[in-house]
């Protein structure tokens, strides 16, 4: 009897599928409970491996539901890496689908920062740009220079008070959310990654940056959004987390 | 790039090491104890950068680092993931580690990755993919890889093949060392119901480059027979570290490893276990 790879498989990521023929106990019996180890260890870890990566999610939906959500998660998005750390980039994506959290419209958003916030983390180390580099250089060339930006930044933009929402759940003490959109940086200045919410405006200058746009176009899409811009806030956040590492003049 | 005096590291030293988890680094750096090196995931430091590399590149100058890939599938049906191989060549491209070892198990099927280390059944036709597949990782990497047994939960009808034997074949076949995994033998002797001591008598000790000691859960399947899980989340049990003091008795002193993945305790607890296997090899070089 032979038990090929697909049947042992197929039944571990399905809880209701029967264990395979020709794997046996001791007494030469077909296994039942043993197979199910393996089924158990592969729905556990892979559960786990979720939980690290999406604390808030969980603390938001409590710990038994997040069982249930992430197993049908990962029954839908096995990885496909053995690099767990990066597992579960299509949770937003998920989340925004799955019927039982239809109601919490916040959720996939607050994945989205919870990934950024992991990615970020796992980014390439890069030297930040002098700001002084900047302070010197005449106005006209700055806005017609791209940036280039470091791995570890990321953006979160959202309609949700994603970033107020994230600090209600995992820091002690912080205040409850209110009922703004949020546009969310999030920066590494050192080995730990920190998530800051963006001044109005803020979240469509640093997205046209991530376009490659010009600085000067930046700054216009950023008055265009928010005619209060406040460029100075925003450059001073970006350039104390070390988000700016290049400056390409063309 | 690490500098020069990282590379006097180019073995294992016969002393014990332990499986590094990053609760433990200022520990590790303050009062290694025992500790002579220290076993990665290979899975775990292919990020980019930032705190896991960094810690890694700083461990590397103090401690012999030994890479124990989890993630490649080299008992799977399906070809490598190349993919995958080349991320393991860089990582061991850098870090010039002492040592790179796998498992004798698959844990990937239609390119998805189960997170499981799963078993394969011993036949002819296993054996020869196999070693195809240690063939391709030790000619991907340059160097020569240690090949760790598995603990087995249930057996296979169609195999034809005892473990011990399967390893040395394979051995034999592409050059590969062998990691022997102590509490791996008791946990699969004991749910096979057959003798642990014979299975070290039967194994190629002189291909062992490596021994792994971890803990495990008893649990009964749904006959009440023994099922054994091997679950590195506690110490490793007193029959496992007699069977241990047995193997070392018969091999000589080679580097040890303490493996606790679950329920990670605080350092002191595992430098205790690391001081226990030291005296194991110590008693047995004296």
């Known amino acids: 009897m032979m038990t090929g790879q697909r049947d042992f498989a197929s039944g571990l990521l399905e809880p209701d599928f029967a264990a395979p023929v020709g794997l046996v106990n001791p007494d030469g019996a077909q296994a039942l409970k043993r197979y199910d180890v393996y089924r158990n260890n592969?729905?556990?870890?892979?559960?786990?491996?979720?939980?690290?990566?999406?604390?808030?999610i969980r603390k938001l939906v409590g710990e038994a539901n997040f069982k249930l959500l992430?197993?049908?998660?990962?029954?839908r998005h096995p990885p496909v890496t053995p690099i767990l750390m990066l597992y579960g980039e299509q949770?937003?994506?998920f989340l925004e689908q799955f019927e039982p959290v239809q109601r919490l419209g916040y959720l996939p958003d607050v994945a989205r920062l919870e990934l950024a916030l992991r990615l970020s983390y796992h980014a390439a180390d890069v030297e930040p740009l002098d700001p002084v580099v900047l302070q010197q250089m005449p106005t006209d060339r700055l806005m017609a220079a791209r940036v280039a930006l470091a791995p570890a930044m990321r953006l979160v933009r959202s309609r949700w008070p994603v970033h107020s929402i994230w600090r209600f759940n995992a820091e002690d003490g912080a205040g409850k959310p209110s009922a703004q959109g949020e546009n969310v940086l999030v920066i590494r200045p050192g080995y730990d990654p920190v998530a800051a919410t963006l001044p109005p405006g803020g979240g469509s200058f640093v997205d046209a940056?991530?376009?490659?746009?010009?600085f000067g176009t930046a700054l216009d899409s950023a008055?265009?959004?928010?005619?209060?811009?406040?460029?100075?806030?925003?450059?001073g956040m970006l350039l104390n987390g070390g988000a700016l590492i290049g400056l390409d003049e063309d | 790039m690490l500098d020069a005096t990282a590379h006097r590291f180019d073995r294992l030293p016969d002393a014990p090491g332990v499986g590094y988890k990053p609760q433990h680094f200022s520990d590790i750096l303050s009062n290694a104890g025992p500790v002579e090196w220290l076993e990665i995931h290979a899975e775990n430091y292919m990020g980019d950068g930032g705190r896991p590399l960094a810690q890694l590149r700083a461990l590397a100058e103090r401690f012999a680092i030994s890479v124990h890939g989890v993630g490649l599938s080299i008992g799977g049906e399906a070809p490598l993931d190349r993919d995958h191989l080349a991320r393991l060549k860089h990582l061991v491209g850098w870090l010039n580690p002492a040592s790179f070892s796998e498992h004798l198990a698959w844990s990937t099927h239609d390119s998805h990755f189960l997170n499981d280390l799963l078993p394969l059944p011993y036949t002819n036709q296993t054996l020869a993919r196999v070693c195809t597949h240690v063939g391709q990782l030790q000619d991907t990497i340059g160097r020569r890889m240690l090949l760790e047994n598995p603990s087995a939960y249930l057996a296979f009808a169609e195999t034809t093949w005892a473990e011990t034997d399967f390893l040395a074949e394979i051995a034999a076949r592409t050059g590969c060392e062998l990691l022997l995994d102590v509490n791996n033998v008791y946990v699969s002797t004991t749910n096979q119901q057959t003798d642990p001591y014979a299975y070290i008598d039967a194994f190629a000790l002189d291909l062992v480059a490596e021994f792994h000691l971890g803990g495990?859960?008893?649990d009964a399947d749904e006959t009440g027979a023994p099922?054994?899980?091997d679950s590195h989340g506690c110490e490793v049990v007193d029959?496992?570290?007699k069977l241990f003091a047995h193997t070392v008795a018969k091999s000589g002193p080679k580097p040890v490893l303490i493996e606790w993945d679950a329920d990670v305790p605080d350092w002191p607890v595992l430098r205790a276990e690391a001081d226990r296997a030291g005296a194991i090899l110590q008693a047995a070089s004296a």
């Open chain 1, 42 to 56: 592969v729905a556990v870890s892979l559960t786990e491996a979720l939980e690290l990566s999406f604390p808030v």
């Open chain 1, 70 to 75: 992430a197993g049908a998660f990962l029954r």
């Open chain 1, 91 to 93: 949770m937003p994506g």
């Open chain 1, 209 to 214: 940056l991530m376009r490659a746009e010009r």
């Open chain 1, 223 to 235: 008055i265009a959004a928010a005619p209060g811009f406040d460029l100075t806030e925003t450059l």
């Open chain 2, 216 to 218: 495990h859960h008893a």
């Open chain 2, 227 to 229: 099922l054994l899980i």
């Open chain 2, 239 to 241: 029959p496992v570290w």
